[in-house]
T-cell receptor
Framework: AQSVTQLDSQVPVFEEAPVELRCNYS??????LFWYVQYPNQGLQLLLK??????LVKGINGFEAEFNKSQTSFHLRKPSVHISDTAEYFC??????????FGAGTRLFVKA | KAGVTQTPRYLIKTRGQQVTLSCSPI?????VSWYQQTPGQGLQFLFE???????NKGNFPGRFSGRQFSNSRSEMNVSTLELGDSALYLC?????????????FGPGTRLTVL
């Protein structure tokens, strides 16, 4: 069975500082990995995805993530955050059977 | 291209009632998935429909059901509502034409059960 663990429930950070949101997964089959962002009172928006190929994936809003197969991780990074990045971020894993499992979420709080 | 739409956006019901939520996917998308989001349990998969057939199902009681129409629009029904059914219900659509499963989410329906 697949599982996704987001290691931090909350991450406070100052504006213009770098941030890393951690995600580890477990699966016995090849998977596809995703990061989504959810702003208050909205649905989820896709930030980026890893399907195959280069392990460094660039997404929208300046975010990027690195797939590390040996460590089964897919951490999300941004070199300089803005107030507007305050939101909840979800890591997700999907297998060829089309089931998607989401992590519990990490609340990013950017302080001025 | 219009995004995923969900109606209604907000709903208040009382225990024992039933409710129907609607989801219209992005044009051309044939797969619709439903999720329940609560502060305690996070995002939990309810079920997925593809070409009017339920293809995947999560671990929810039979009170939760759904269907998909020929135009890919989907409805979710919850009967005999319980307080614990209060949640944000999210719908997501995708092409589902290959092994990837990039889903596009609607804004959700917030259900409050009193």
């Amino acid at each position: 069975a697949q599982s996704v663990t987001q290691l931090d429930s909350q991450v406070p950070v100052f504006e213009e500082a770098p941030v890393e949101l951690r995600c580890n997964y477990s699966s016995s089959v090849s998977v596809y990995l995703f990061w989504y962002v959810q702003y208050p009172n909205q649905g989820l928006q896709l930030l980026l995805k890893y399907l195959s190929g280069s392990t460094l994936v660039k997404g929208i809003n300046g975010f990027e993530a690195e797939f590390n197969k040996s460590q089964t991780s897919f951490h999300l990074r941004k070199p300089s955050v803005h107030i507007s990045d305050t939101a909840e971020y979800f890591c997700a894993v999907s297998d060829p059977g089309f089931k998607t499992i989401f992590g519990a979420g990490t609340r990013l709080f950017v302080k001025a | 291209k219009a995004g995923v739409t969900q109606t209604p956006r907000y709903l208040i019901k009382t225990r024992g009632q039933q409710v129907t939520l609607s989801c219209s996917p992005i044009s051309g998308h044939r797969s619709v998935s439903w999720y329940q989001q609560t502060p305690g349990q996070g995002l939990q998969f309810l079920f997925e429909y593809f070409s009017e057939t339920q293809r995947n199902k999560g671990n929810f009681p039979g009170r939760f059901s759904g269907r998909q129409f020929s135009n890919s629009r989907s409805e979710m029904n919850v009967s005999t509502l319980e307080l614990g059914d209060s949640a944000l219900y999210l719908c997501a659509s995708s092409f589902r034409t290959d092994f990837t499963d990039t889903q596009y989410f609607g804004p959700g329906t917030r259900l409050t059960v009193l």
